[in-house]
């Protein structure tokens, strides 16, 4: 059990430009979720996955991202067209049941 | 709907003091209740939950909490401090059926002072 990865760390991107993440949950979790954070909140839920089926959407997710989890195991996170507005912490999460998450460390996104 | 309140923003507390940090939930129905730590820059550590059963809890690192339904409180607690303990902490609510997501306070950040 290596715990939850994602990757990259860090990334900055001009302002409409796409970017992609990625998370690796712990292989015998069920359960996928990404959050974003902003500076003094706490994290806001953005979507929801069981095994490969995205079962929930929040109203935050515009149009503009889109998520994926081919296969039940890994998950992407894309962003097209990004505004300053999505800087933030994007926060990967996987459980077994609903029982407590285990966290990866984030994605931090800066849009200059 | 859920929601979650964390009154404090900012505690500071010596080194050895005890700790206290409130947790307000509003929930329809029987919560599942969360606390969750993170350092700086980092992702958030599971430090204890509570489903149903004894009201209190006893997490990692010395951390314990407890749930009042009848003031729909979970406060986290911790009789000794220690300065590894600064960080920020997040309590968070889930529902009992169909648990598809947390709702999180606004988190409280600790300072521990030597």
């Known amino acids: 059990d290596t715990g939850v990865s994602q990757d990259p760390r860090h990334k900055i991107t001009k302002r409409g430009q796409n970017v992609t993440f990625r998370c690796d949950p712990i292989?015998?979790?069920?359960?996928l979720y990404w959050y974003r954070q902003t500076l003094g909140q706490g994290p806001e839920f953005l979507t929801y996955?069981?095994?490969?089926?995205?079962?929930?959407k929040s109203r935050l997710l515009s149009d503009r991202f889109s998520a994926e989890r081919p296969k039940g195991s890994f998950s992407t996170l894309e962003i097209q067209r990004t505004e300053q507005g999505d800087s933030a912490m994007y926060l990967c999460?996987?459980?077994?049941?609903?029982?407590?998450?285990?966290f990866g460390s984030g994605t931090r996104l800066t849009v200059v | 709907a859920q929601s979650v309140t964390q009154p404090d923003i900012h505690i500071t507390v010596s080194e050895g003091a005890s700790l206290e940090l409130r947790c307000n939930y509003s929930?329809?129905?029987?919560?599942?209740l969360f606390w969750y730590v993170q350092s700086p820059g980092q992702g958030l550590q599971l430090l204890l939950k509570y489903f149903s059963g004894d009201t209190l809890v006893q997490g990692i690192k010395g951390f314990e909490a407890e749930f009042k339904r009848s003031q729909s409180s979970f406060n986290l607690r911790k009789p000794s401090v220690h300065w590894s303990d600064a960080a920020e902490y997040f309590c968070?609510?889930?529902?009992?059926?169909?648990?598809?997501?947390?709702?999180f306070g606004t988190g409280t950040r600790l300072t521990v002072i030597p």
């Open positions: 999460a996987s459980s077994l049941e609903a029982r407590g998450y285990t």
């Open positions: 929930y329809g129905a029987t919560p599942y």
């Open positions: 968070a609510v889930g529902a009992v059926a169909g648990a598809n997501n947390h709702f």
């Open positions: 292989s015998e979790h069920n359960r």
């Open positions: 996955f069981q095994n490969e089926a995205q079962l929930e």
